[in-house]
């Protein structure tokens, strides 16, 4: 496989369940990203890990929990999320380095919170 | 605070130009990148400017003026599979990455 994997495409679940997002990637990036997409407005960053160590953290609730194993793959871990945080989650890798810092995006994973 | 301005949709023909815009207020300047992203699938790079003037990649060109804080995504002889939503994002002073909400591209035959 190439490029950025996301699994699942999509997940329904309730606000008691516990879920976990898959993202990985094979191209050697050494920085990993969650991206939240929310119809008609702008990508907000959630997450950024650097070299396995997170770097960001924008001020996300924490019923979201980020997890890198190692420079390939990451998680986030969901659990009593809340109807609003239905949305399309985005992962991407980059070879985070100053200037043309280019993502690569997975298609991501569309979550239904009911 | 920050802010990235495109339109939320335009319409235009096949075979035809289009303009995309994006304007931008934010700390500092390192770059404006444009992605494009059809309904359902990952976004995808188009192309990156830091320098002012225009670059040309094919029948995609994107323009930058950093004084007007300004650029634009110029599409021609276009195709049906260009309907897609188009993104500006700007690198900020702390090579932060700040995104517009996209524009929706409606091509018809």
């Known amino acids: 496989e190439t490029g950025v994997t996301q699994t699942p495409r999509h997940l329904v679940m309730g606000m008691t369940n516990k879920k976990s997002l898959k993202c990985e990637q094979h191209?050697?990036?050494?920085?990993m990203y969650w991206y939240k997409q929310s119809a008609k407005k702008p990508l907000e960053l959630m997450f950024v890990y650097s070299l396995e160590e997170r770097v960001e953290n924008n001020s996300v609730p924490s019923r979201f929990s980020p997890e890198c194993p190692n420079s390939s793959h990451l998680f986030l871990h969901l659990h009593t999320l809340q109807p609003e945080d239905s949305a399309l989650y985005l992962c991407?890798?980059?070879?985070?380095?100053?200037?043309?810092?280019?993502?690569?995006f997975g298609a991501g994973s569309r979550l239904t919170v009911l | 605070g920050q802010n990235i301005d495109q339109p939320t949709e335009m319409t235009a023909t096949e075979g035809a130009i289009v303009q995309i815009n994006c304007t931008y207020q934010t700390s500092g300047f390192n770059g404006l990148f444009w992605y494009q992203q059809h309904a359902g699938e990952a976004p995808t790079f188009l192309s990156y400017n830091v320098l002012d003037g225009l670059e040309e990649k094919g029948r995609f060109s994107s323009f930058l003026s950093r004084s007007k804080g300004y650029s634009y995504l110029l599409l021609k002889e276009l195709q049906m599979k260009d309907s897609a939503s188009y993104l500006c994002?700007?690198?900020?002073?702390?090579?932060?990455?700040?995104w517009g909400a996209g524009t929706k591209l409606i091509i018809k035959p």
């Open positions: 994002a700007v690198m900020d002073s702390n090579y932060q990455l700040i």
């Open positions: 191209l050697g990036h050494n920085a």
């Open positions: 991407a890798s980059s070879q985070k380095r100053t200037g043309a810092n280019v993502l690569t």
